[in-house]
């Protein structure tokens, strides 16, 4: 297989904050945004936060717009996949945090995350790995990993990032390897 043909699914990628290359070939960035909304949404995040704004928005390896609850992909296309979906379900209207990751419907969220851990495992190779980031200002990881079809391998949670009014929340990785495929 060419090392040109995406292996590596990041089924929400917004910015590519996390990416060290975030045009790398091996990669296929997805999300619900065009670049052209990206482009003015990381304007305005950067105009915001005080900082010089980056000239637009234009990666060499494009964002394919998509939605992580129903991903036009075959199965076990991919032999991992970074998801990092929207976490929060409150952000004002013009919140940077909004620009910056979007949020979570209060009625679906649930059945969003559900589908959407259903559709990266379906895309996963068997014994392929998902790479999984939750902050829980709002949900506690506990209810979203009930929402998964498999458990994690492991956890790390980080240190508290940041004050919500409930006080300070953390973000966790999760780390799952998708079961072999088991003959009946």
């Not at 305005?44 to 980056?54: F, I, P, T």
Request: positive net charge.
């Amino acid at each position: 297989m060419s090392s040109d043909v995406p292996t590596i699914l990041d089924a929400s990628s917004g910015f590519r904050e996390m990416w060290v290359n975030k045009d790398d070939p091996r990669v296929l960035f997805l999300d619900k945004r065009s670049d052209s909304e990206l482009a003015l949404d990381k304007h305005n995040y950067d105009v915001q936060r005080g900082r010089l704004a980056v000239q637009g928005w234009n990666p060499k390896n494009p964002t394919v717009q998509g939605d992580f609850r129903c991903l036009n992909l075959p199965d076990g296309c991919m032999k991992a996949v970074n998801w990092d979906p929207p976490q929060r379900l409150k952000a004002g209207e013009n919140s940077l945090f909004k620009k910056k990751y979007t949020y979570l419907n209060k009625e679906t969220w649930r059945e969003d995350l559900k589908l959407g851990a259903m559709e990266v495992f379906r895309v996963l190779e068997p014994g392929g790995f998902l790479f999984f980031k939750w902050s829980d200002a709002d949900i506690p990881l506990k209810m979203v990993l009930e929402l998964f079809p498999h458990k994690p391998l492991f956890k790390n949670m980080t240190c508290g990032n940041g004050q919500t009014r409930s006080g300070s929340h953390h973000t966790f990785w999760c780390v799952f390897m998708k079961p072999s495929e088991v003959s009946a």
